[in-house]
Every structure is written in structure tokens, then in C-alpha cells.
């Protein structure tokens, strides 16, 4: 029996691997190796571990260090007797990242170096619900320009922002964001807008979710971040960022994540959504408050952790209910995409030990392989501040990815040098 | 404000470029060249596109002619007057790769040439519950080896063989099958012993899980396949294979698009794997079959489709409620995923007029982003035959993947001439 079945379907075309593309090829070996090892690397020790000639390295050292990626570090020991060495490390003084982020209680800038070191925090209280577009985004542009200013001064230069934003986005247009009342929003636009109008400014921008930056704000600062996790963003509303073998999963279009959404009683209470029994309408912290609002002057969450720290039962009981839901969603969640690690991010990294017990309760019963896999759930790392650090990292990955587009920028550099064929 | 946040973590160090790699490099590339165009392409194009010598192209290319990777055809005009040139394209005499399926109604094994021809499709009836491991395995073995004798006479050679099995699969070893009544089954080390009992026979063994298989095959065989799809596997059980940007997503550990162990109703039907409420309770072929079976000499979903179309009414009844919690389920895993398209496959094709409406109606009200990006479902393809199809495929990949690896096994090639630098 036979019949005809077409070949594997067309992928894009590769370039061939010819001389004149060695060089940068190489170059960004190098510094991605730098980047990788997290410490002062010698000169013999590239040399070593990439195979280049010597000459090369040296070469292509001195393009990094003229173009402010990299700077000789204090002197390395490597453990056995005789000469210190000197050591490359990357630059504290070269490119940065600009991260800002539109949150419950304010909105928030942060800056990182080329090491991942934050550089410089601020926040601005806000209020949240009903927030008019133009006016938020003035407001950021200014935190933006103050910071950019603040770590000039300390010789970083900003190369490029990333805006964080609680909802789906599509090129800089946030789709639908209930929390703000914000709905096609070309939130890209207006920043750059606003930036404009404080006088001109070479920064690339984009606008991406909240929930998938503060999942990578724990990826790259979490000492023993799981390479696979579900990062759970707790708050007015409830989002997902799943992270896989040690990358983001956008989904097909960039909009991933929408836990908040996940049915959880197909008859259930109605969500703003337009649907039905959504996990929002029942773990969310306006769902786990009810009927008693956070009084003036407090946040949701600490009117949420104040009244179950007193032990007001519908307090513990609407906690009870939010562990349950967020059971059975994330359990769904983990039988689809087989991830083994729960991260409780957001409000829900400060309400953990209420909600805990009962998501594992849940997880245990439903997820078919905890069987013979046990699930580990825990609090993430940088609490409500996991998102505009990750954007802020998300910007100066840009650098350590790609960094030849970075000295192609860069005043200090020798650009030429990259175009020339040089075999090394 | 400054804090300490930790660099990316480590990669995996990558090889620098150097002369003595560029041969095989530029091999993949020509050969993938010519599995993606998948039509005859003369070595004049080739030096257009991948920008080589000619004389590259030419060594290239009777290195895989003698590897019967490549064949001459027949003769292709561009279109245009003048001489008809001579075509490279996929050989259909070269290496194979073998498929087999463990499913409801029957063993089965198939076999696809390098251009992802059927070559050979052959069925054995089988009892499918309690089936027992040894003797199912031996029964395979034996249609592998005469899947491998008949294709033998065509002067193709198997030189991988990938099993198909429904249920989660690590190392070869079958976690949970209870619909076969398996658990922790050596599927690859008793099928070995099973082949080897037969006479020496060096192939390569995988054991993989049935939705993800039946995905590729629907990936790699659908004309108009879309790049991202969540196929959903119905049948005794459900389960899903998840495509995301023309990938596979198997998740951390391989066990992902577990579907059939999404919670529907929390509180709802007891399964077997110890949850309630799971899909399967509602949407299985069993649970829609209810309280009658199917008659000896019928298949379950011959007897499902037979009462639906004379109108039975607690038949009708069940697959509306089978779409509907098909629909929950699938909302969810949308949500979580941005998936923008449904493939129902096995049971399901066949069942898909009687399932879509409810499945749309849930959809387009549970997923965020249906409001602006509407959602396709449409039956798969390849029906029943989707799996061991894609199990063959599966293995085939391999070839086209790393033709380099089959050269080198290959006793009509020349894997010397992959070993020496040659600068093209």
C-alpha cells in the first residue's frame, strides 16, 4: 500500500559560512562566553576554551574593550601558585537597559548595566483603575528621562526600553487591559510620544506583558532559577509567564499566559471577560477582598495579608477558595505543558503561605505525571518589582545577544574593523 | 537604589567556525536546500541561492548522489525556452524510516522514503485493553520485520524505527498507558529484545508519545498545515500534541498535552487516573458510548457515528456534552498556550460535525484574544493513520536533519571526504 505524502514543509533559507563572516561570528563567541561564566575570564582561558588563536582573541578583546562591553577586571587567582592574571569581565561603565512598568500601586523605573546589576530603582505612586493613557505614559517618560539622566552621570549610556504592561500586547498596542480600563491602546506610540516631547532621544522601545517580564526578571536574577517554570503574577488581575527549557513561551502571537482566564467552574460566577467561572473571578485580590474593599490608604494586598493575620474567617476562607482555584487552573496548566516548577509571583509571593497548601493539594490530585514527579511550588524571588526588572534586563539582553549591533552604535568603537574579512 | 542581580545564566558553550567545519556545514545546507524546495532543483540554482563555487556545489553533490541521499530526475524546464536542465532531488532509493502504532482497533506499521512517500502501510487487528507488553511488542517486531523486508526489495534501507504509544514515555519506558492497562512498561527494551530474537538488526529505537507523533505526521503531511496547532488525539482516551511556530512542544520532560487530564468540572465524574472531572469522563469514546457499548464486530467510534446519524438521542445528548467540555478544555489550553487553530484527530475527525459547534461556542466566549483574532477548528487529515505516519516521518527526520550521519553509515558514500578540510 502506498501513498503520497509531501516532504517537511519549506523553512527559511540559510546563509553559507564563508570567511568574511568569521569575525564577528567569533567575537560574539567570545563575549557570549563572558557573558555565560558570570566571572573575570583570561585571556588563555578563551583562548583554551574557543579553540582561536591567540591573536585573535587579542584582537577581538580590543574591540570589546574599545566599544565598552568589556574592562580589565582586578586580577584573577586561579587557586595554585604564581602570577596573578588579568582578568576580561563585562563593562559596569558601557551600554545599559531602561525597564518600566505600569503596576497595582505605581509605576516603577529601573536600569541595569551590562552585568545585570540594577542601577538605579524609582517609583512613582499611581492609581491604577481607570488610568488615562496619555497621562500614564507622560508620567513614565519623565521617570524615563530622569533616569537615563541619573546613570549618565555614572558613564552607562541607555540603549534601549522595555515597557512592561498588564495585558496581551501586539506591536506596542495593548489589546485589552481590564485593570486600567484600557482596551487597543497603542501604549508604544504614546511613550514615544512622550518621550519626543522632552526633546529628542535615539532609544528603541517595546511593549510587552507583565506577567512574561517579571518571569524573566526571575530567570535571570534567581540564583537557582529552574531552567522550566510557571511564573504566577498575583494582583487585580492574574497572569502567567511559563518560561521552557530556559526560554520565554510567548504562544503563537505574544499572548500567552492568560491563567486569569482559565475556566475553573464552567457555570461559575461571570468575569468582565464576558465569560463564565474564570480564575479571576475567584483568586484575584479584589475576589479574595469581596465585599470589603481595601480602606483608603492601604494597598489590596496588605488589607488582604493584615486581615488574614488577624484570622477573620471569610478573610481565610476567600484564601482557601483563591489556593483551590489556583489549584485546579495551574493544574491544567502543568498537564498541558508538563513544567514541574510553580513560581507565586506578585501579591501572591506575599500570600503564599495561605494559598500553598491547597495549590498542592490540588496539583497532587489532578496533574497526572506529580505521580512520579513530585510538583515544587514557591514563592519567586523580587516580589512586585520582578517586572520592571525583567524589562529592564530584557532591554540589555538586546546588548549581550547581539553585541557587534551594539559596537556597529557605538562612538568608542572601531565598527570598520567588523566589515573587514580577517581570518584571525 | 542599586541592587546586585545576576547575569544571564550559563549556556552551553558553542564551537567556534573554522575551515575544517565548513564541508559538512555546506552539505546540510545545499541538502536542506533541496528538502525544503521539495521539487527537483538544478546545481546552477544551487550556486545562486546558498552563494558557493560551483565546484562546491558539484562535490557536494555527487557525494550525495553516491549516498543515494540525492537522485538525478527526470528533466525541468523553468518556464522559459532553451535547454531543460537537469534536477537534484530527494532519492527514493535510499534511506527509510520506519513507523509503529499500538492504537484502538489495530497494530500498525509504516514505512516513508526520504521524500516522505508511504511506502509501505500494514495493519494488524488487535485487542487493545489489557493488552499484554511482551506479546503486543512481539507481534510488532514481527511486522517490522516484514515492513523492512518489503521495502527492502525496493532498495530502500530502514535506518531508524520510532513507536507510538498513548500515553507519557521517558527513556523509552511507558509511564502510564491505562487504556493498554501499562504502567512503567520498558516499551523500547522489550521491542529491542523482540527484534533481536528475530536476528541481528542494527536500528535505532524511539519511543514516543501517540498525540505528539500524530501531530508531526499532520505537520509534516498537511498541505496547508498551519504552523502553530493544537491537535487533539480522541479515542479511548484524549490526549494532545501541541506544533507552536512548526515545533513540537514536548515540555520540560516530554509528557506535555496531557488534555484528556484537564479538569472540566472540579467536583465532577471520578477518573481513573485518581482525579474528578477530568475531560475524559465526558468526551472519550467510552464515556459517550454511556451505558452501551459497542456491539462485537463494531469499533466504538463506528458504533458512536452509526446512533448519531440515526439520531439516538442520548447519543446526540453525549456528544453535546462531549463538545462542550471539549470546548472548556480546549479554551483553557488556548489561553495558556495562544494557539489559534484546533485540529480534532483520531475519533474526532470522524466525529467533528457533530463536536465543532459546541467546541466554538465555548471557545469564542472562554479564549481573551477570540474576541480579535478568531480561532479555526477543523478536522485533521490523516485520520487514524495520522500517528504511525508521523512515527515514520519522525524517523526519516532524522536523515534529513543530519544527512552527514547517514553518509557516514552509508557503505555506497565516501565519509572520508567528510573528514578532510577542504575550503570549497
Same mark, same amino acid.
Given at each position: 500500500?502506498?501513498?503520497?505524502?509531501? *516532504?517537511?514543509?519549506?523553512?527559511?533559507?540559510?546563509? *553559507?559560512?564563508?570567511?568574511?563572516? %568569521?569575525?564577528?561570528?567569533?567575537?560574539?563567541?567570545?563575549?557570549?562566553?563572558?557573558?555565560?561564566?558570570?566571572?573575570?575570564?583570561?585571556?588563555?582561558?578563551?583562548?583554551?576554551?574557543?579553540?582561536?588563536?591567540?591573536?585573535?582573541?587579542?584582537?577581538?578583546?580590543?574591540?570589546?574593550?574599545?566599544?565598552?562591553? %568589556?574592562?580589565?577586571?582586578?586580577?584573577?587567582?586561579?587557586?595554585?601558585?604564581?602570577?596573578?592574571?588579568?582578568?576580561?569581565? %563585562?563593562?559596569?561603565?558601557?551600554?545599559?537597559?531602561?525597564?518600566?512598568?505600569?503596576?497595582?500601586?505605581?509605576?516603577?523605573?529601573?536600569?541595569?548595566?551590562?552585568?545585570?546589576?540594577?542601577?538605579?530603582?524609582?517609583?512613582?505612586?499611581?492609581?491604577?483603575?481607570?488610568?488615562?493613557?496619555?497621562?500614564?505614559?507622560?508620567?513614565?517618560?519623565?521617570?524615563?528621562?530622569?533616569?537615563?539622566?541619573?546613570?549618565?552621570?555614572?558613564?552607562?549610556?541607555?540603549?534601549?526600553?522595555?515597557?512592561?504592561?498588564?495585558?496581551?500586547?501586539?506591536?506596542?498596542?495593548?489589546?485589552?487591559?481590564?485593570?486600567?480600563?484600557?482596551?487597543?491602546?497603542?501604549?508604544?506610540?504614546?511613550?514615544?510620544?512622550?518621550?519626543?516631547?522632552?526633546?529628542? %532621544?535615539?532609544? *528603541?522601545?517595546?511593549?510587552?506583558?507583565?506577567?512574561?517580564?517579571?518571569?524573566?526578571?526571575?530567570?535571570?536574577?534567581?540564583?537557582?532559577?529552574?531552567?522550566?517554570?510557571?511564573?504566577?503574577?498575583?494582583?487585580?488581575?492574574?497572569?502567567?509567564?511559563?518560561?521552557?527549557?530556559?526560554?520565554?513561551? &510567548?504562544?503563537?502571537?505574544?499572548?500567552?499566559?492568560?491563567?486569569?482566564?482559565?475556566?475553573?467552574?464552567?457555570?461559575?460566577?461571570?468575569?468582565?471577560?464576558?465569560?463564565?467561572?474564570?480564575?479571576?473571578?475567584?483568586?484575584?485580590?479584589?475576589?479574595?477582598?469581596?465585599?470589603?474593599?481595601?480602606?483608603?490608604?492601604?494597598?489590596?494586598?496588605?488589607?488582604?495579608?493584615?486581615?488574614?493575620?488577624?484570622?477573620?474567617?471569610?478573610?481565610?476562607?476567600?484564601?482557601?477558595?483563591?489556593?483551590?482555584?489556583?489549584?485546579?487552573?495551574?493544574?491544567?496548566?502543568?498537564?498541558?505543558?508538563?513544567?514541574?516548577?510553580?513560581?507565586?509571583?506578585?501579591?501572591?509571593?506575599?500570600?503564599?503561605?495561605?494559598?500553598?497548601?491547597?495549590?498542592?493539594?490540588?496539583?497532587?490530585?489532578?496533574?497526572?505525571?506529580?505521580?512520579?514527579?513530585?510538583?515544587?511550588?514557591?514563592?519567586?524571588?523580587?516580589?512586585?518589582?520582578?517586572?520592571?526588572?525583567?524589562?529592564?534586563?530584557?532591554?540589555?539582553?538586546?546588548?549581550?545577544?547581539?553585541?557587534?549591533?551594539?559596537?556597529?552604535?557605538?562612538?568608542?568603537?572601531? *565598527?570598520?574593523?567588523? &566589515?573587514?574579512?580577517?581570518?584571525?
Amino acid at each position: 500500500m502506498t501513498g503520497n505524502i509531501r *516532504p517537511s514543509r519549506p523553512r527559511q533559507p540559510e546563509s *553559507p559560512v564563508r570567511q568574511e563572516n %568569521l569575525r564577528p561570528l567569533n567575537l560574539e563567541l567570545i563575549f557570549r562566553h563572558i557573558v555565560a561564566t558570570g566571572r573575570p575570564v583570561s585571556r588563555t582561558e578563551l583562548a583554551t576554551v574557543t579553540g582561536l588563536a591567540r591573536p585573535t582573541i587579542t584582537r577581538i578583546a580590543e574591540e570589546l574593550l574599545a566599544g565598552s562591553l %568589556l574592562t580589565e577586571t582586578g586580577l584573577t587567582r586561579n587557586g595554585r601558585a604564581g602570577r596573578p592574571r588579568v582578568g576580561l569581565t %563585562l563593562s559596569d561603565r558601557g551600554p545599559a537597559g531602561l525597564g518600566l512598568d505600569i503596576r497595582a500601586d505605581a509605576l516603577a523605573a529601573c536600569v541595569v548595566d551590562l552585568t545585570g546589576t540594577v542601577r538605579h530603582l524609582a517609583f512613582a505612586p499611581s492609581t491604577y483603575a481607570g488610568a488615562d493613557a496619555p497621562d500614564v505614559l507622560a508620567r513614565l517618560a519623565h521617570m524615563a528621562r530622569a533616569a537615563i539622566e541619573a546613570v549618565t552621570a555614572e558613564d552607562l549610556t541607555v540603549v534601549t526600553a522595555t515597557l512592561a504592561v498588564p495585558g496581551p500586547v501586539h506591536a506596542g498596542v495593548v489589546r485589552s487591559a481590564p485593570e486600567l480600563g484600557w482596551r487597543e491602546v497603542d501604549a508604544g506610540a504614546l511613550l514615544r510620544a512622550a518621550l519626543d516631547h522632552l526633546g529628542p %532621544l535615539d532609544l *528603541p522601545l517595546t511593549v510587552d506583558n507583565q506577567a512574561n517580564l517579571a518571569a524573566l526578571g526571575e530567570l535571570y536574577a534567581g540564583d537557582n532559577a529552574p531552567s522550566s517554570f510557571v511564573y504566577v503574577s498575583g494582583g487585580l488581575g492574574i497572569g502567567a509567564g511559563i518560561v521552557l527549557d530556559g526560554r520565554l513561551l &510567548r504562544g503563537a502571537r505574544g499572548w500567552s499566559g492568560e491563567l486569569g482566564h482559565v475556566t475553573v467552574y464552567p457555570d461559575g460566577e461571570p468575569c468582565p471577560c464576558g465569560s463564565r467561572g474564570c480564575l479571576q473571578t475567584y483568586a484575584s485580590l479584589p475576589a479574595i477582598l469581596g465585599d470589603e474593599p481595601a480602606p483608603a490608604g492601604t494597598t489590596p494586598d496588605t488589607a488582604v495579608t493584615g486581615r488574614a493575620e488577624e484570622g477573620r474567617p471569610a478573610t481565610l476562607a476567600a484564601l482557601d477558595r483563591a489556593g483551590t482555584t489556583l489549584g485546579v487552573a495551574l493544574a491544567d496548566t502543568l498537564n498541558i505543558l508538563d513544567i514541574d516548577t510553580v513560581l507565586l509571583g506578585g501579591s501572591f509571593s506575599l500570600l503564599s503561605s495561605w494559598l500553598t497548601a491547597n495549590i498542592r493539594a490540588e496539583i497532587d490530585r489532578r496533574v497526572l505525571s506529580a505521580a512520579w514527579a513530585p510538583v515544587t511550588i514557591r514563592p519567586a524571588l523580587l516580589g512586585p518589582d520582578a517586572a520592571v526588572i525583567g524589562a529592564a534586563l530584557t532591554s540589555i539582553d538586546q546588548v549581550r545577544q547581539h553585541p557587534t549591533t551594539w559596537l556597529a552604535r557605538s562612538p568608542g568603537s572601531r *565598527p570598520e574593523g567588523l &566589515r573587514e574579512p580577517d581570518a584571525g
